[in-house]
């Protein structure tokens, strides 16, 4: 049930989103602005490649990786988002394949099927962080390069107000609840680093970068948390 409502969220705000967050067709974001892929050289030499885009929304990241030679596959909940992939995918003149599905249940796709992994901002909707991970190490190849990038946990506890930089929400706490603009409720895991980082390991990851990234803007408590990690053989 809660899978269907984080889907019809964002089949009802897509469009809306799209507008607003005008996302860059010229360089990754793992940060909303900044923590850019041309600085970082987190993903590398991409020609060539098979790349897994998770929560892939408007496909804005596999439109400038297919750019450079890669094979994206988008995969997103939303069949409106993936609309949106779709016209901007042709507009650029771009062939991606765009998958209809749910990250935590990629029945559809073989197992070691792509060298890299990319998810920005969309393991948050995760209901399950391990079942994620799970899925996603089951359809990366043998040292294949996982790359994601989730709201900090400590960003998490300053709440609706966090310019303020008071912690109003707790640590401790494993799930989010809220309402969104659509009305409709929203219910999501809440993880700490240490569950992140043990849960990856235990999954058969290692851990090669660990980034917390701050901008002009957000100075005191970092608002992003990016991992790079390899599947182990």
Known sequence: MNKDNIRDHWNLTALEYQKKRQISYNDIEYADGYAKESELNLLGDVKGKKVIE???????????????????TGVDLSIEQLKYARNSAEKHGIDIELI?????NLFMLGNKRF????????LDWAQDLKVAFKEVYRILRDKGIFVFSMQHPTWNLLGENPSELK??????KEIW??????????????SKISDIINQLIHTGFSIERMLEPSSDIIKFVPSTIIFKVIRRS
């Open 54 to 72: 998770l929560g892939c929304g408007g496909a804005e990241n596999s439109i400038i990786l297919a750019k450079q030679g890669a094979k994206c």
């Open 100 to 104: 209809e599905g749910d990250f935590e």
């Open 115 to 122: 060298d890299i992994a990319l998810s920005i901002f969309a």
């Open 167 to 172: 912690i109003t929400e707790n640590y401790f």
């Open 177 to 190: 609840e809220w309402e969104e603009s659509t009305g409709i409720p929203v219910k999501v895991h809440a």
